[in-house]
């Protein structure tokens, strides 16, 4: 459930794709089964069709990288985060506009 540029992010490639990452990247947390997920889906996808190397767009399957989503408190989703060096900047619970996020985005560089 991800578009062409937006990156699949895992247990297994978090430190190298997002903490290790030179440029901002914006972190979907989500389930299959989760409705808003499915209706924010979109606004993510256009993100990273939009930002192309300014930033990192992708998505973390919470039932499947439970890891990931534990380390960064996830107890509702969807949630975004923005990072940026490494470090969580930005925290949206729930369903977010796109420009909010895309807002957040260039706050933290991808611009």
């Known amino acids: 459930m991800a578009g062409a540029n937006t990156k699949t992010f895992t247990d297994e490639n978090f430190d190298q ?15 299959e089964w989760c409705m808003p997920c499915k209706m924010l889906a979109p606004f993510i996808d256009q993100l990273a069709d939009e ?8 998505k973390v399957d919470t039932d499947s990288s439970r890891e990931v ?23 949206f619970v729930g369903l977010t506009q796109k420009d909010r996020l895309a ?9």
Do not use: H, R
Request: proline share 5%; net charge positive; hydrophobic share 50%.
């Open 17 to 31: 794709e997002v903490i290790k990452s030179k440029v901002p990247v914006l972190v979907d947390f989500w389930a």
């Open 51 to 58: 930002l192309g190397a300014k930033a990192k767009v992708g």
């Open 69 to 91: 989503a534990v380390k960064y408190g996830i107890s509702a989703i969807p949630t975004v985060i923005i990072f940026k060096d490494g470090q969580p900047v930005e925290k």
């Open 103 to 111: 807002q957040a985005l260039a706050n933290a560089g991808a611009k």
